[in-house]
């Protein structure tokens, strides 16, 4: 049995990670900032017969996940996915009209939140047997997209590809595999209907490409299909 940490586990392609992996019988530790509100994940926890339990953690927030750690008092972490993120709106972050308190809070969230929970986590990920570490990114981070961006967003994803990829050369020498992923444009609440996948769809791409993951992957920018993004 895998044991897996999802981060934002309450809606979109955290859920479905959430669902599929305790599904196929994982131990699964979803995260989301307001358990009070993720109805959702508490049915799947419900159901689940423990396989699923549901944490409080908001990854912008240091003492919030150290109490989650606390929390899971050095239970083994096979896997463990940064998937919490943020969206703005597009209109509050172009060059003509930029939030700065928002680009402040999206950096925050899905740059420094990720290393936040390695930090934390990474005590868990020694002691668990895949020792694979996943950080959901997006194809808006790579110099090779020539579209129209929100500034805020693509700078964070951009940032934090940066840190995995050093944290994949820090972390090699302990046999963690640290991996930035696009995985893909989904369907979510960010997005909506006109992204590409739905977010089941991806789920399951990303879940394989995970289970397929070694230390020579460590550092590359995967997509949800198992090929490398051009970066």
């Given at each position: 049995?895998?044991?897996?940490?999802?981060?934002?586990?309450?809606?979109?392609?955290?859920?479905?990670?959430?669902?599929?992996?305790?599904?196929?019988?994982?131990?699964?530790?979803?995260?989301?900032?307001?358990?009070?509100?993720?109805?959702?994940?508490?049915?799947?926890?419900?159901?689940?017969?423990?396989?699923?339990?549901?944490?409080?953690?908001?990854?912008?927030?240091?003492?919030?996940?150290?109490?989650c750690a606390a929390e899971l008092d050095g239970a083994p972490i096979d896997v463990l996915i940064n998937n919490a993120g943020?969206?703005?709106?597009?209109?509050?972050?172009?060059?003509?009209?930029?939030?700065?308190?928002?680009?402040?809070?999206?950096?925050?969230?899905?740059?420094?939140?990720?290393?936040?929970?390695?930090?934390?986590?990474?005590?868990?990920?020694?002691?668990?047997?895949?020792?694979?570490?996943?950080?959901?990114?997006?194809q808006v981070a790579a110099h090779v997209y020539d579209h129209v961006i929100g500034y805020s967003y693509a700078s964070a994803?951009?940032?934090?590809?940066?840190?995995?990829?050093?944290?994949?050369?820090?972390?090699?020498?302990?046999?963690?595999?640290?991996?930035?992923?696009?995985?893909?444009?989904?369907?979510?609440?960010?997005?909506?209907?006109?992204?590409?996948?739905?977010?089941?769809?991806?789920?399951?791409?990303?879940?394989?490409v995970i289970a397929g993951m070694t230390l020579a992957d460590s550092g590359k920018f995967l997509k949800w299909t198992g090929?490398?993004?051009?970066?």
């Amino acid at each position: 049995m895998t044991s897996i940490l999802i981060t934002g586990a309450a809606r979109g392609i955290g859920y479905q990670l959430a669902r599929q992996y305790a599904e196929a019988g994982d131990r699964v530790y979803a995260t989301t900032r307001d358990p009070g509100k993720a109805q959702q994940l508490d049915a799947l926890a419900a159901a689940s017969s423990g396989r699923l339990t549901v944490h409080r953690m908001d990854v912008g927030n240091a003492a919030s996940v150290k109490a989650c750690a606390a929390e899971l008092d050095g239970a083994p972490i096979d896997v463990l996915i940064n998937n919490a993120g943020v969206w703005g709106g597009l209109e509050t972050q172009t060059f003509q009209n930029m939030d700065y308190e928002n680009w402040a809070h999206e950096f925050n969230v899905m740059a420094m939140g990720p290393f936040r929970v390695i930090q934390e986590f990474l005590p868990n990920v020694l002691a668990g047997e895949q020792r694979k570490i996943v950080t959901m990114s997006s194809q808006v981070a790579a110099h090779v997209y020539d579209h129209v961006i929100g500034y805020s967003y693509a700078s964070a994803k951009a940032a934090v590809n940066r840190l995995m990829t050093a944290l994949a050369t820090e972390l090699k020498d302990q046999g963690v595999i640290v991996v930035p992923m696009h995985p893909g444009w989904v369907k979510t609440e960010m997005a909506g209907d006109v992204a590409d996948i739905e977010p089941e769809e991806s789920a399951t791409g990303v879940r394989d490409v995970i289970a397929g993951m070694t230390l020579a992957d460590s550092g590359k920018f995967l997509k949800w299909t198992g090929d490398i993004h051009p970066w």
